[in-house]
C-alpha cells in the first residue's frame, strides 16, 4: 500500500491480514501495561479493517495502528504501536500518516485519540503531528491512570 524508505530500511505499510494478528497481539502485549485482549484485535479486524494497518520490514511486521471512522466525519485512533526493537526510527509516524490518509480520503475532518498523561514519547510524536491536547480523562485506564484526549484537524488536500 505505502512505502516508506527510512534509514537504512525499507518500511511497508499495508493492511491488516488475518495471518498478522497473533504478531500484532505479540507487540500489543509488549507495548502496554494493559494490552487489548487478542478477542478485541480480533473484533478489530473485522470491524476496523480499512484503518488497521500494519507496517513491515523484511517481511516482518513490526507496527500495527487501529483507526476507525466515526458518523462519517470523525476519525478515531483506538490503538498504535510499534515493536520495542523497532522504535525510534519513524515507524509510528508512517504508521499514524499512512491512516490519517485514508480517514481523510473518507470523509474524516478531525482525527482523536487518547494517550496516558505519563506517555511523553507518544504525546511528543502527536505533537510534531499537529495533535494538540484538548481534554483530560480522569481515571482512563484500569489502573486509575488518567489520559488526554488529543485531537488533530484534518485539512482537505484538495
Do not use: C, Q, W
Amino acid at each position: 500500500m505505502y512505502t516508506n524508505v527510512g534509514t537504512s530500511m525499507e518500511v511497508k505499510i499495508r493492511n491488516v491480514r488475518l495471518e498478522d494478528l497473533p504478531k500484532v497481539y505479540d507487540i500489543e502485549l509488549k507495548s502496554f501495561k494493559h494490552p487489548y485482549p487478542y478477542t478485541l484485535i480480533l473484533t478489530y479486524y473485522y470491524i476496523a479493517h480499512p484503518y488497521f494497518l500494519v507496517a513491515e520490514v523484511s517481511g516482518k511486521v513490526v507496527g500495527y495502528i487501529i483507526a476507525l471512522l466515526r458518523g462519517g466525519a470523525l476519525g478515531h485512533i483506538i490503538s498504535v504501536a510499534v515493536d520495542p526493537e523497532y522504535r525510534g526510527r519513524g515507524i509510528g509516524k508512517s504508521l499514524l500518516k499512512a491512516v490519517e490518509e485514508l480517514l481523510r480520503d473518507s470523509g474524516a475532518k478531525v482525527i482523536r485519540l487518547e494517550v496516558g498523561e505519563d506517555n511523553e514519547v507518544a504525546i511528543n510524536l502527536y505533537k510534531k503531528l499537529n495533535y494538540e491536547i484538548v481534554d483530560y480523562i480522569e481515571k482512563y485506564y484500569p489502573d486509575g491512570s488518567n489520559a488526554y484526549v488529543m485531537m488533530k484537524r484534518l485539512i482537505s488536500e484538495n
